[in-house]
């Protein structure tokens, strides 16, 4: 008798419910990627990865060589996932680093990882706010994204002057992680904002253009509140990303008018889907088996956005199993892909920034910079120029710039139930823990480091 699917590859995993370190395999089975693996106490388990085998294999041909940070913050023992810090074992710097400024928010989301409301935890001082920044600098050097968040940043009661100490430092670029209310509520606010510009952006919570989906993600209906918060930003020109968390049979069908929508806002240059993490406070579906993929985004948004096809949203080299990209011009009202431009077959010897194009070698440059995670469009784009042209000659435009760069990211944020340590040992999103003094990725992060009870957990699984 055969087996009901095709056997792939190993990885390891973890338990979903007591987190040690379990065995996994990776089969295919009806065009699905499932990973099948085992607890010798809580049993079996099966989760879905994928459901595209083309695309999944695909990720492995756009894997490049792994980039480090200048130094490393823990040695290597217990091993992946045990020695978060970043340890020697990891295979990628920070391409975009977390720094928490306060645990406090103005929401008490039901989806949220940081459980963060009006009254959790605290504010972080100023002091330790730019031990966290200096923390980031000496691994990066230069750091490629740094993003102030939370809780809510904007309920800090020295808000600016950390904008002022992150401003100073070496970053390239500064990210605003924020849900809108106080952007919707106070006009003069985002104009002292947009004074940080350039290398500067508001990362902007969107989820929904329905009530009824905003109340169920986030507890009550704030789109006039980021209806307002645009308005503010689209006055300003203050560079915004749209940030949508993606829950299965939730919001999943509104991706294509969400893209339409943002095409038309002066202010966003592109909008990042993030399927549900399932970590902190969330809840209303099985993650093994009803969970959102990063497959499934890619492909509702080529099905209601048919601008974009197939070869428009590929995998970003840095971290292919997390990541996918896809790159439009937004001109005149309208929308011209850029990615199709990107032959797979010209990724040369996984080196770095290694992506090559067929068009001229201004070009080339250009989007070489685009296609690293590390680098905003902002910084990608300070020099485009009509080079771009020549892979669009039915666009009629002297100038290009940032604000006609259109980016759309689609983040997998892995768990413990599809936890496969290739791709953590890939992550590029890290934070900066604090009480630590580590950087560590995002995942591991909400996984074991998050709070007191966590690391408890973390402590006994070592311990077996």
């Given amino acids: 008798m055969e087996r009901p699917y095709v056997y792939y590859d190993f990885t390891l995993s973890l338990c979903s419910q007591c987190l040690r370190r379990v065995d996994a395999k990776i089969v295919f089975e009806n065009d699905q990627v499932w990973m099948l693996k085992r607890c010798s106490e809580h049993g079996a ?12 294999r695909n990720c492995r041909n756009y894997a490049k060589r792994s980039e480090m940070p200048r130094r490393f913050n823990t040695r290597t023992h217990f091993g992946c996932p045990y020695d978060c810090g970043l340890c020697p074992d ?18 008490s989301c039901p989806t ?12 972080r001082t100023l002091e330790e706010i730019e031990a966290m920044l200096d923390l980031v600098v000496a691994n990066e050097g230069e750091p490629d994204v740094v993003q102030l968040s939370g809780g809510e940043p904007t309920v800090h009661p020295q808000f600016f002057e950390i904008l002022d100490i992150a401003k100073r430092k ?7 992680n924020t849900n809108g209310i106080r952007i919707a509520k106070d006009a003069a606010f985002v104009e002292k904002l947009a004074s940080y510009m350039p290398d500067f952006e508001v990362y902007l919570q969107f989820d929904s253009l329905q009530p009824a989906v905003l109340e169920c993600l986030r507890g009550e209906n704030l789109l006039d509140v980021r209806m307002k918060a645009l308005e503010h930003l689209n006055r300003f020109n203050l560079s915004t990303t749209l940030v949508v968390t993606l829950q299965k049979g939730l919001n999943d069908q509104e991706i294509g008018p969400i893209i339409d929508f943002a095409l038309q806002q002066r202010c966003v240059r592109g909008v990042t ?6 970590a902190g406070r969330v ?6 088996t009803d969970r959102i993929t990063l497959t499934q985004v890619r492909k509702e948004i080529l099905r209601q956005a048919p601008v974009f096809q197939p070869e428009d949203i590929i995998p970003v080299p840095c971290n292919p199993d997390a990541l996918a990209m896809a790159y439009a011009l937004k001109i005149d009202g309208e929308v011209f892909p850029l ?5 797979p077959q010209d990724i040369l010897d996984n080196s770095r920034n290694t992506i090559v194009y067929e068009q001229d070698e201004r070009l080339h440059q250009h989007m070489v910079q685009l296609f690293s995670t590390g680098n905003s469009v902002e910084c990608a784009t300070n020099e485009l120029n009509q080079s771009l042209m020549c892979c669009l000659p039915q666009v009629s435009a002297p100038t290009l710039g940032y604000e006609n760069l259109f980016r759309i990211i689609i983040m997998r944020f892995i768990d413990a139930y599809d936890f496969d340590v290739r791709a953590i040992k890939k992550s590029c999103v890290h934070i900066v823990s604090p009480e630590d003094k580590k950087i560590i990725p995002f995942e591991t992060m909400n996984l074991f480091y998050r709070d007191p009870m966590k690391r408890a957990v973390l402590e006994h699984v070592k311990m077996l």
Avoid: W
């Fill in 45 to 56: 388990e099966k989760v879905l990865i994928a459901d595209d085998v083309a695309y999944y």
């Fill in 90 to 107: 990891h295979e990628q710097h920070s391409c975009l680093t977390i720094v928490e400024v306060t645990d406090r928010c103005n929401l």
């Fill in 112 to 123: 949220c990882y940081a459980e963060s409301s009006p009254h959790h935890g605290r504010h």
């Fill in 170 to 176: 070496p970053i390239r670029h500064l990210m605003l």
């Fill in 273 to 278: 889907f993030q399927p549900t993490q399932v």
């Fill in 283 to 288: 809840d209303g579906f099985n993650p093994a």
């Fill in 339 to 343: 990615t199709r431009f990107i032959n």
